[in-house]
């Protein structure tokens, strides 16, 4: 199931929700322990991750965004006209004088190793040194050291409030508050539909791989580690992770996994090709052909769910997600 929160933000009406305030600049938002200060609802943004750029677009801003980039899916489909529209970047990371030429009045961040002190496109100080405000979504910085681990390692298991924090304070620096408030609501009820699912399920026993990608399909996979965002999918519906590393997508052996032996494999779908593992085609022939995975139950019983690899991170796919495993989980069956 896809979100359709264009179209809920323009019918909801705001209708049943408090009148929220309106912004009074200079507003100053406390992003990762870096405060940023705005004068004005930014006009001009650059996005550099995915997930901040369909927040964007649900909360009705994509005529403010200058150009994207980071993409590992392609946008939602409520989103393709506006998407069209704006410039791309670089379907990875793209180059800090990329980024600066669009003259953005605000940078929004989905990976602190993107923007960060060591961060792949620059640091927060230079755009800080230009006048360039950056907003990391907090979802990759609380609670999480990023100067640990390929991908960062969580210090304690990742809250969903991050997102919803990253939407409310995303509404207030541009001024849409009520758009936010909307927003979060549809979240919130999607969440506790995919909870609804499984009410009457016991999964005490049930078990999960998450698997992004991996450098090479005969190495050790990039997987799910414990306490991520993959993670708490699986610990809000029930279901135990096999991995038990605190990296957020640590490499593990395929002997280590299949002696885990998960009841589900959940893969992931992209459209990037940085990997030949993205192609989730790719991934489906490797666990049914090679001699370790093929004899795993979750292969053997075809209980292999893909799901869109944005919607195992920390953006509004998170929540269509969700429901997606709840369903698979609840009937037994495979989602595709």
Not at 105 to 129: K, N
Not at 277 to 305: Q, W
Request: hydrophobic share 45%; aromatic share 8%.
């Amino acid at each position: 199931m896809l979100p359709r929160f264009a179209p809920l933000l323009a019918g909801l009406g705001l209708t049943g929700l408090a009148q929220a305030a309106a912004t009074h600049y200079p507003l100053t938002v406390d992003n990762c322990g870096k405060p940023q200060t705005f004068t004005q609802a930014p006009q001009r943004t650059v996005t550099i991750g995915q997930a901040g750029t369909e927040m964007l677009y649900a909360l009705g801003l994509g005529d403010k965004l200058a150009a994207t980039s980071l993409w590992f899916n392609n946008v939602l489909p409520e989103y393709q006209m506006q998407n069209a529209k704006v410039p791309r970047l670089a379907d990875n990371e793209p180059s800090f004088e990329a980024v600066v030429g669009k003259r953005p009045q605000l940078v929004t961040v989905q990976f602190e190793w993107m923007v960060g002190a060591q961060g792949v496109v620059g640091t927060r100080e230079q755009f800080d040194e230009l006048g360039i405000p950056t907003y990391l979504l907090p979802s990759d910085c609380e609670g999480k050291d990023n100067l640990v681990g390929a991908d960062g390692t969580r210090l304690q298991a990742f809250q969903v409030d991050t997102i919803y924090k990253s939407v409310s304070q995303l509404a207030a620096i541009f001024d849409v508050q009520d758009r936010g408030t909307a927003l979060n609501t549809e979240l919130r009820s999607r969440l506790d539909s995919a909870r609804a699912q499984l009410a009457d399920k016991y999964l005490a026993a049930t078990s999960a791989l998450f698997w992004f990608s991996s450098a090479d399909l005969h190495t050790d996979p990039y997987v799910a580690g414990r306490q991520g965002v993959a993670d708490f999918m699986l610990r809000t519906l029930g279901v135990r992770n096999v991995v038990e590393s605190s990296e957020e997508w640590p490499t593990v052996g395929w002997e280590t996994l299949a002696k885990a032996n998960p009841t589900w494999l959940i893969i992931a779908r992209m459209d990037r090709r940085r990997y030949p593992a993205d192609d989730y085609e790719k991934k489906l022939a490797f666990l049914r052909s090679d001699p370790v995975t093929r004899n795993m139950d979750a292969v053997k019983h075809d209980r292999i769910i893909i799901l869109d690899a944005d919607a195992m991170q920390a953006g509004i796919r998170l929540f269509s997600g969700l429901q997606t495993l709840a369903a698979a989980f609840a009937s037994g069956k495979a989602a595709q």
